[in-house]
């Protein structure tokens, strides 16, 4: 006992495991599972000595879902995933073609650690073209997906303690990404009235002189919200104020955008603060490419040195035929993005009516990604089968066991009592999806 209470201590020393949640300290609530188990297997035989680094972080929630929905898969139950964030749309012939073509044409070396340079080149046009940004190629990083550049900035920046405001809901690893290099995550919680967006006002308060970086996912994964160049302005304004808070501006969803949304990156809409900003990008989501692994930052050519640093003791740099094939991706015809668009969108308005004719849930019609983020608040206290629904969890749970679909519950994305939809599939399964989960509603008592 006195060795797990003194386990427990020392564990909170070294490792925190805090979270900054609109200005109030609470522990993470993963922290003291983490520490018993820690305790647990001290001293077994054949323990392994995990890094203590370990414990800051867990495993991804959403990947979790998608695992246990395959478990029960294989029991042969018939479960509907709308868990996972990504397409099913195949990746376009064309891209395919330029992999296998490089490939033919022996292009399947190591290539510079930032990036092959022809695929840097690709991504400065782009940036030119699409968003009005000049950058050179030394000021490009080419990393694992749109993650790895997230990674290598925050391992690049962060000292232990450095504070990194991120509005809630947010995708589930920029947290635990600040967690593990021990900096502090910041979390403001966004307005589900308009859009989950955080005001410049939320972000001044936020801003203390430990503040590091403030990341900003437009549009939005869990909420498909947007922020529009007059809200990106109002932040900049407030970030004049605070020449060390640096931007890491998510963009990964640029181009999946609906009805008459219009995108802007952040360097675009706050020239002054092009230094300061690393824009995150990639071919993950509007290319169909999330098993290729490309992902790319933008940005200043010290924080770009630094990162291309990390990457070259580490993975040393994507694979050189994804990068082949993301030059044909980002030079070629981008015509099928319209296409896709308007599938996605038709998807999101099966969810949007279904969703918001079920009693008890709601939700506004998100502009761009492929999520939805219905608040499930007047169902909190149901009874389902005598057990009451304590917290969304407790719901998503009941929707899996009883109605066979996966989603995500919001407390994962640091907002409850809400539930991810990814509308990334089919209409019938959609369809199908939202009676099964309208029937377990119906059943609560
Ligand atoms: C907001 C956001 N950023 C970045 C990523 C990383 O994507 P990838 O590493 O597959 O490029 C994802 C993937 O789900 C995402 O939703």
Redesign the pocket.
């Known amino acids: 006992m006195r060795r797990k209470i003194l386990a427990l201590n020392q564990f909170k020393q070294q490792y925190g495991g805090i979270f900054l949640i609109n200005g109030l300290l609470i522990k993470h609530k993963y922290c003291n599972i983490i520490a018993n188990n820690i305790v647990k297997q001290q001293g077994k035989k054949g323990y392994i000595m995990l890094a203590q680094r370990l414990s800051y972080i867990k495993p991804s929630p959403t990947i979790a879902v998608t695992t246990k929905a395959l478990e029960l898969k294989r029991t042969g139950k018939d479960i509907i995933t709308l868990g996972a ?1 990504e397409p099913d749309f195949n990746t376009p012939d064309h891209i395919i073609e330029a992999a296998y073509k490089a490939m033919k044409d022996g292009k399947t070396r190591y290539t510079a650690s930032a990036g092959l340079p022809e695929f840097r080149e690709a991504v400065c046009e782009k940036l030119q073209r699409d968003n009005g940004l000049t950058y050179t190629p030394e000021q490009i990083h080419v990393g694992v ?4 550049i997230i990674f290598n900035a925050f391992l690049a920046t962060i000292n232990a303690g450095d504070e990194v405001v991120i509005p809630a809901p947010y ?1 589930v690893s920029y947290s635990d990404i600040v967690s593990l290099f021990q900096g502090v995550p910041v979390i403001i919680n966004g307005d589900p009235n308009n859009q989950f967006k955080i005001t410049a006002g939320q972000l001044r308060a936020a801003i203390t002189p430990k503040t590091k970086w403030l990341v900003l ?1 437009n549009p939005s ?1 869990p909420t498909g919200g947007g922020y529009t160049k007059e809200d990106l302005q109002a932040m900049g304004k407030v970030l004049e104020e605070f020449p060390n808070v640096h931007i890491l501006s ?1 963009e ?2 640029e181009f999946l955008v609906y009805d008459d949304f219009k995108f802007t990156a952040f360097a675009s809409a706050n020239p002054q603060l092009f230094d300061r900003t690393l824009t ?1 990008n ?1 071919l ?1 989501k509007a290319y169909c490419m ?1 098993g290729w692994r490309v ?1 790319y930052g933008a940005g200043h050519k010290k924080l770009i040195s630094a990162m291309n640093m990390v990457q070259s003791q580490s993975c040393t740099h994507t694979s050189t035929i994804s990068q082949w094939a993301g030059v044909a991706a980002l030079n070629g015809d981008h015509s099928f993005i319209a296409k896709h668009n308007a599938r996605f969108a038709a998807r999101r308005d099966i969810c949007f009516d279904a969703l918001n004719a079920m009693p008890g849930v709601s939700v506004n019609k998100p502009v761009g990604a492929f999520y939805v983020y219905p608040s499930v608040a007047g169902l909190m206290g149901k009874r389902a089968d005598g057990q009451v629904i304590k917290n969304d969890e407790d719901l998503v749970n009941y929707f899996l066991t009883t109605a066979n679909v996966a989603v995500v519950h919001g407390e994962a994305f640091g907002l409850s009592p809400f539930f991810r939809i990814s509308y990334a599939t089919s209409e019938e399964l959609l369809h199908e999806s939202m009676r099964r989960i309208a029937g377990a509603i119906g059943a609560l008592q």
């Open positions: 964030g997906g749109g993650k790895q995708w996912c994964n998510d990964i969803y995150l990639g993950s999330t992902g």
